[in-house]
């Protein structure tokens, strides 16, 4: 029990960001409406950015924007003293090309309704059987 | 369907959280995260780049060739949005004008259409709102502002956090607003389509051509230490300022593709009306 209060009270970040990828992959499943399953598609992606961002914290550490006064440089930078930069970086890229597959897959939702008239999926699936 | 993806979910998410037992605690500085190569560009940024500012430096120069192909990645989200949804030919539909001395709707059938070179009549969407006099001008006074903001959060990107994709994005955003406030055909007169393809793509060509100009150098592709051949600095200004030469080609390429986006997006294609 005291194993279970250490693991979930250290690592309580994982746990509230499985909980929201989850509610994100549940959306993408389940719900009927394209418009819905893409906004689960975005709340899994801002679920694994959050997530990412989250394991290159450091306790105590300030953001990685290295000290410098006017003419001097800094020597002896302690990597500790800093947060881990290199998620950041990565997760950068990751929200660029979330937003971008959001941008594409509107457009397809667009297309879909102009050709079936409607956005729900089973909808859908019948008028694609009977064409 | 419903119980079968709560199954899925809940098995899915157990699984997760049973793996989580072997991550390092919240954290932690010894995470396996931050022991390998993230301590040495903390270390050598400043040294090296002449950038305090480590995302820009890792983003811009020590993993550069990660940032070219996610540059290519949005414009070829405006290349696709562009492609799937526009629409050039005139559609006949109903068109609505208004006769601005008088206020009298006019609605012609049919695709016939007044000739725009008239003063009187403007044409209107088929949801028209009135003109109102505090969103049309504040929106109108604080779009320079937004651009100015935009070009500061670029080439400060150096020393705050900010960068080509962050003021690349309120640049897109002073443009949209615009769009939003006034209707979609204002926006498109100012900042026209042509010019928005053309940006967009001279943003990546920027970004490539910054790398080819170090390879004709002689070194490697987006090395960027190899431009102090040609410009009168040293080598690790010449760092800072291939990485400020590469953000702001991102930045238009960014801008150009956010406006692109809406654009198509919203009017579904035709660009005549907006949200």
Known sequence: ??????????????WLYIVLMMIGLYAMIAKNNLIKKLVGMNIFQTAIILFYVSVGSKKGGTIPIIEHGAGHTPHGIDPAHYVNPLPHVLMLTAIVVSVSTFGV????????????KTLEEDEILTRIRES | MKKLALLIVILSGGLLLYATKDFPPWGDPHSPASMHVSPRYLMKSLEETGVPNVVTSILADYRGYDTMFETTVIFCAGIACFMLLRKFEAQSKDVYYRHIPTGITIHVKGGKQIPPTSKEFEKIDAIWTPYDLIINTVSRFLVPFIQLFALYVIAHGHHSPGGGFQGGVILGASIIVVAIAFNLRTAIKRFGEKIDGIMSALGVFIYSGIGAICVLLGAEFLNYGTLARILPVSKIMARSHGILGVEIGVGIAVMAVMVCIYNNVASEGKHDEGL
């Not at chain 1, 029990?1 to 994982?14: P, S």
């Not at chain 1, 897959?105 to 079936?116: D, H, P, T």
């Open chain 1, 1 to 14: 029990m005291e194993f279970l209060f250490t693991h979930l009270v250290a690592k309580y970040n994982f």
């Open chain 1, 105 to 116: 897959a509107l457009a397809l939702a667009i297309k879909i309704y102009q050709r079936y």
